[in-house]
């Protein structure tokens, strides 16, 4: 150990020599394999040699890539403000996202959304955001906008039927061979009526005015029902009144008792009367048939037929 210390010096450079001889060996060794990696490449290729096409597809992307850079996608809402996004069964839900759950069937999320109305709101289908008498469904079904008083579905769709009450006609059409036509009175003892065209039935005031076969089809069967009617008017008040064969019509005396859901009011119209309703005086109805469940009536104007239906059926 004394003589390490004495000549610690020399120790020390005697190690670097051999770590530099070692060094040195290791270089040469190096460059030896780095001859060789190269003499494959340095032999001289023969004339007509084939050569596999490079990948290029990965550098056309690239330069693609760089020709068209990432662009921002864009959505509704702003860039500092998250879209709305919903919590259910442990699941986050994104309102607006294809094939999403429909938070107030039938109605879907999207719409509520773009006409500014509260996705959360419980009652929203049944609100009146811009107070023109119809909910924010009434406004769906009939494609209009709820936040605007403008646009509103058709008042006669706040028609409803409270109650109908329905008289029979006291007359059957029951048969007809050529021009000659078969009424029974039903409520008067009296026989069979054999008549034609222009004939009065005897005991009423009623007249034949007019005949129109009709055929309907069965489309499950193919057979045929005759279905024919029979006009016949009214001589005092001009009032026609149309027989199906076979069947018992309901009388002119039929009332049907409406209610107008805008302003809850009340009112009565006999069978084949024109009315109007309070809030557009200029359209004119006409009633013409009565059911316990529904009555129907036309737009004079435009002659659509409209069901209403009774004011405790679902909406």
């Known amino acids: 150990m004394d003589w390490l210390k004495t000549y610690y010096d020399r120790v020390a450079l005697l190690v670097l020599a051999i770590l530099l ?6 270089l040469f060794s190096q460059t030896k394999v780095f001859q060789s ?35 921002w996608e864009s959505h509704e809402g702003s860039l500092f403000v998250s879209r709305k996004y919903l919590v259910q069964n ?21 719409w509520l959304l773009d006409h ?54 006291r007359l ?5 061979v ?22 009065t039935i005897a005991g009423t005031r009623f007249k ?16 045929e029902q005759d279905i024919s009617e029979l006009t016949v008017r009214n001589e005092e008040t001009q009032q026609d009144v149309v027989l199906v064969l076979n069947r018992v019509a309901d009388s002119p005396d039929s009332f049907a008792l409406f209610t107008f859901l805008i302003d809850n009011s009340e009112f009565r119209v ?4 024109n009315f109007t309703l309070p809030v557009e005086p200029e359209v004119e109805y006409k009633l013409i048939d009565i059911k316990p469940t529904e009555a129907v009536i036309t737009n004079l104007k435009t002659n659509e037929r409209l069901t209403i239906p009774h004011l405790e059926a679902k909406r």
């Open 116 to 169: 500014q109305l509260d996705l959360l709101d419980p009652n929203i289908l049944s609100a009146d955001p811009d107070g023109d008498g119809f909910t924010v469904l009434d406004e769906f079904k009939h494609k209009s906008n709820p936040i605007e008083a403008e646009s509103r579905p058709p008042y006669w769709t706040k028609l409803r039927l409270k109650q109908a009450e329905i008289r029979r006609f």
């Open 37 to 71: 990696s190269f003499a494959e490449v340095e032999k001289t290729i023969p004339p007509g040699t084939q050569f596999k096409p490079a990948e290029v597809t990965t550098i056309e992307e690239a330069i693609a890539a760089v020709d068209k850079p990432a662009q």
């Open 90 to 110: 442990n699941a986050l839900i994104d309102p607006l996202e294809d094939g999403s759950i429909t938070i107030h069937p039938p109605v879907p999320n999207q």
């Open 172 to 176: 059957k059409f029951a048969a007809y």
């Open 21 to 26: 001889l070692a060094s040195s060996g290791f």
């Open 270 to 273: 006999k069978k084949e009367q």
């Open 208 to 223: 034949l005015i007019r005949f129109e076969p009709k055929k309907l089809v069965n489309p499950n069967t193919g057979a």
């Open 178 to 199: 050529d021009d000659s036509y078969q009424i029974n009175t039903l409520d008067l003892r009296q026989p069979s009526q054999f008549l034609k065209i222009g004939d």
